[in-house]
């Protein structure tokens, strides 16, 4: 986070926001499972398979079908070059909308598979040689950098970086308080709200400096 200009700060920091939200829609819609979150959703395998659920094929296809958002997304990163991130973000707008779409005509398997991708997609954003820098869908690291960074703050070795860490972690809880409240009251048109972000977001990085 602290290596990033400010432009893109507050874009990683929207971008956590929109990753709350699809979550928080995508939680309430599939009975606590996670759809950006996947160490709860691993938590939750290991349960079932300690026990001898059934209830292990939920938990293990949404780990599955993010780790294959994550690659697709990484691949089309590594042809996108230098405009990596308006592409990416292009991407998590169209799975979005067919999320929308697939929610629309009634098919809630088809909404998730979409969202999940979309989630998995998202956290190639933020990378450099090929490996994500940034994690939008995940707040433990950026919680453990928060502690970090305020010890030695405390300590006065460094500037007060945590600062930047628990913004990326209160846009997440901002995102998912807005996709809760959306769900409850306007189910059919969150994952459109949803959509416009990403597109938003996707506007805004086209204007961002091109990098290496």
């Known amino acids: 986070m602290l290596r990033y200009d400010p432009g893109r700060r507050k874009l990683a920091i929207a971008l956590s926001g929109l990753a709350g939200f699809v979550d928080a829609v995508g939680f309430l819609s599939a009975n606590g499972y996670f759809v950006s979150f996947m160490s709860g959703n691993s938590t939750r395998l290991g349960v079932a398979l300690s026990s001898g659920s059934d209830r292990a094929l939920i938990p293990a296809l949404l780990i599955v079908l993010f780790v294959c958002g994550v ?10 070059g230098s405009r990596r991130k308006p592409v990416i973000l292009g991407m998590v707008t169209a799975l979005l909308l067919l999320g929308a779409t697939a929610r629309s ?38 919680l453990v950098r928060l502690g970090q960074s305020l010890a030695l703050w405390l300590a006065g070795k460094t500037a007060p970086g945590w600062i930047q860490w628990g913004l990326l972690w209160a846009g997440l809880l901002s995102g998912a308080v807005l996709g809760a409240f959306f769900q409850s009251r306007l189910p059919s048109g969150c994952l459109w709200i949803a959509a416009a972000w990403a597109a938003t977001m996707a506007l805004v990085a086209i204007r961002l400096p091109a990098e290496s």
Do not use: C, H, K
């Open 71 to 80: 690659t697709l997304g990484a691949l089309v990163a590594l042809m996108a």
């Open 105 to 142: 005509l009634g098919s809630e398997t088809a909404m998730l598979t979409a969202i999940v991708l979309a989630m998995g997609t998202i956290n190639n954003t933020f990378q450099r040689d090929g490996e994500v820098t940034l994690g939008l869908t995940y707040m433990t690291g950026a």
